[in-house]
């Protein structure tokens, strides 16, 4: 089973309790007619008050008193929801299912005291009654993770074929967390199950989409610890290609052999079918560049403007010769593409491991 996130507050992530249909405010709205209606006939009749008008004075005053005593119950319940929560936080099960316990008694759609005292209960071994729990959570319309917890806790039962439809539930309805999935205990008894193994490879695609997209694969070429000699074989820097965010980005770290530095991020847009590349240097330099790859080359091309307002165009193009060797050959053009110039050509020769 799993928690949320810390980055997520506990009403996105667990569900909060739903507004009950009742508030004080109807409460004291409602007892605001009686009590004009009495108030017009003792004040505004004759003096003497007839035994309708007090019955109607003892109305309002019971009325306000069971406002006050709405409201006494109101605080009441938001301190043994801090206590609850402080238990919760700090991992004393037993009195955290005690609390949540009482707390869904009094207010049957509290979303989040149903998932807490699920987990609370799950947490103790208590797997049935934890099932049960969950299984309100998620009828108030708790978030995937509840589902996920109650599949954690079926597979804890037993009850293969309920905890594999539950999991199948969680990740059609959202829930990638599959790291968690692997290293689950609870699941411990399913690890050799086929259809257990399908869920987690269509979680894993789920949790890391463009590691198994082809098409942001295209580039991973150039990924890698790089040596970067010119064509007279001398030595002009390092590179060292990285795959980050989820294998969704290739960070280019370059050094050239002055000691200069830049970087640049490689992405596919999969909205414009086409790569990205954005590239800044240690003097202010920016490259913005886009294009697509044909063959064994990818080619991007930008445009810059200098301070005076000259265009440059950019050409840039990576090749990959083999596994271990890779041509990057940098174009420039002044004159719209009349004719090109070479501002670098590099070959990338791969670091011995």
């Not at 007279?232 to 060292?240: E, L």
Request: charged residues 20%; contains cysteine.
């Amino acid at each position: 089973m799993v928690l949320p996130k810390a980055s997520d507050s506990s009403e996105n992530a667990e569900g909060a309790s739903n507004p009950p249909k009742n508030s004080n405010n109807e409460e004291a709205c409602w007892c605001y007619f009686p009590a004009a209606v009495c108030t017009r006939h003792i004040f505004f009749g004759r003096g003497s008050m007839r035994t309708s008008e007090v019955c109607c004075l003892v109305g309002i005053i019971w009325c306000l008193v069971s406002v006050s005593a709405i409201a006494q119950n109101g605080e009441g319940v938001e301190k043994a929801k801090q206590q609850a929560a402080e238990y919760f936080q700090q991992g004393e099960w037993q009195q955290a299912a005690s609390g949540y316990a009482a707390l869904v008694q009094s207010e049957p759609q509290f979303r989040q005291g149903w998932f807490r005292l699920g987990f609370a209960r799950h947490s103790l071994g208590n797997f049935s009654e934890a099932a049960t729990a969950y299984q309100k959570a998620i009828a108030l319309g708790a978030p995937p993770i509840a589902q996920y917890n109650l599949a954690c806790a079926f597979a804890r039962l037993g009850k293969t074929d309920s905890a594999l439809d539950m999991l199948e539930q969680s990740l059609n309805a959202g829930f990638t967390q599959q790291a968690a999935l692997e290293s689950d205990a609870d699941f411990a008894s399913l690890l050799d199950n086929a259809r257990f193994k399908e869920l987690n490879q269509r979680m894993l695609r789920a949790a890391f989409p463009c590691k198994y997209d082809p098409r942001y694969r295209q580039f991973d070429f150039w990924i890698g610890e790089w040596e970067v000699y010119n064509p007279a074989g001398q030595k002009v820097g390092t590179n060292s290609i990285q795959q980050i965010l989820g294998s969704c980005v290739l960070l280019e770290n370059w050094t050239s052999g002055a000691g200069s530095m830049g970087k640049s991020f490689n992405t596919f847009n999969a909205s414009t079918g086409t790569w990205q590349q954005t590239w800044v240097d240690d003097q202010g330099t920016v490259i913005e560049l886009a294009g697509v790859l044909k063959g064994k080359t990818l080619t991007l091309e930008g445009t810059t403007r200098d301070t005076a307002g000259a265009i440059t165009l950019h050409r840039l193009s990576f090749t990959s010769i083999d596994t271990n060797t890779v041509r990057q050959f940098w174009e420039q053009s002044t004159d719209n593409g009349a004719t090109w110039n070479a501002a670098f050509d590099g070959k990338y020769v791969r670091k011995a491991e």
